[in-house]
């Protein structure tokens, strides 16, 4: 099971840079936790012939990267649809006054732990029950002679 929240920031020219990071003390979602960034918008406000760069540092792979160009009566908008599985990010505006809105879904998936000691064996059993159920259950293969004939289409082989 999986639980979706929506996920927004801004980044502006005094808040340039916004970090996510995953929650690693939440109990219910030890793992499986990503963000997915679909969209980053660049604001109404914005200066015509500025460019506005965001940049993405991702923590696990310690990768700094732009995600996106805008720039005012040319490029408002893009789709990046880029996730970040189980690794803090931080986004800043390294160029431009902004705003840029970033938005996409935070999303946990609840992982199930299994434990080990649930799963007992018998140690009477080596196991040779179960080979044989397997091999028992699998049908047997057959194979079949083809030949080309003189039209290149396949046939099969019958005894004269």
């Known amino acids: ?8 920031v801004t980044l502006t020219a005094e808040n340039n840079a916004v970090s996510w990071d ?13 963000l997915i960034i679909r ?12 460019f506005n760069v965001v ?13 996106a160009v805008l720039k005012a009566g040319e490029t408002r908008a893009c789709n990046p649809d880029i996730e970040f599985y189980e690794t803090a990010v931080t986004f800043k505006l390294i160029k431009g006054n902004g705003p840029v809105y970033i938005h996409g879904q935070n999303i946990k998936d609840e992982v199930e732990v299994v434990d080990m000691e649930d799963e ?6 080596d196991g040779e029950d179960e ?26 082989n019958k005894k004269k």
């Open 120 to 125: 007992e064996t018998d140690d009477d059993d």
């Open 1 to 8: 099971m999986s639980e979706e929240s929506f996920y927004g």
């Open 55 to 67: 940049e993405v540092h991702t923590v696990k792979d310690n990768l700094k990267i732009p995600i």
């Open 22 to 34: 995953v929650l690693s003390n939440d109990e219910d979602y030890p793992r499986g936790q990503k």
């Open 131 to 156: 080979e044989d159920e397997a091999h028992a259950q699998a049908p047997p293969k057959k194979k079949l002679k083809m030949e080309n004939n003189a039209d290149g289409k396949n046939i099969k």
């Open 39 to 50: 969209q980053v918008l660049l604001g109404a406000e914005a200066k015509d012939d500025e």
